[in-house]
């Protein structure tokens, strides 16, 4: 049996200058150009094939939110163009110091109209900003539709005056 010991203890006898001789091998093969190039072309593949699939997905949802971006535009646009269904704007109508608007609307209406509209057919009337030095359009919000198509539809009673009733629209 002790020979049998002295055999497996008699392993390959590797010198200390043979070890460095390898690490320095194995050293210069993980740092050369060519096997640092392939190491490279195989992380690239890797990671490109990764970052595709990313972007492709980064892609579709983009183009998903862009979809739903422009449907919500769209909706915006239709519910304020409705939020305005009852609204006018009148230009030309000469500005007075402490002046009530919804009166100027109303007397508006009954003299160059000829439309009989009361202050209580008025939900809200005011002037907007304008330029400097012209005449501040006034904007009306009626309380029912009628009144306001009523209103729109007697607009050509205004030919030869400097007034001009148009609906409120939205830009787009």
Known sequence: MATDYKLRSRGPSTSVD?????????????LS????SKISVK????????????VDGLNKDVKQLRTELSEAKKKIEELE???????LRI?????????????VVVKLCKEELRLNIHLHDIDVAHRLKSKEGTTRPI????VCRSVKRKIFSNKSKLKGT???IKEDLTPF
Not at 33 to 36: C, D, G, H, I, R
Not at 43 to 54: A, F, P, V, Y
Not at 81 to 87: A, F, G, P
């Open 81 to 87: 163009q409705y939020s305005r269904s009852n609204n």
């Open 43 to 54: 992380i690239c593949e890797k990671l490109s094939g990764q970052l595709r699939k990313q």
């Open 162 to 164: 400097r007034t001009i």
């Open 18 to 30: 043979e070890i460095s001789i390898s690490q320095k091998n194995l050293e210069d093969f993980l």
């Open 33 to 36: 150009e060519e096997f640092v």
């Open 91 to 103: 230009f030309g109508v000469k500005e007075h110091p402490k002046e009530n608007v919804d009166e």
């Open 139 to 142: 904007i009306v919000r009626f």
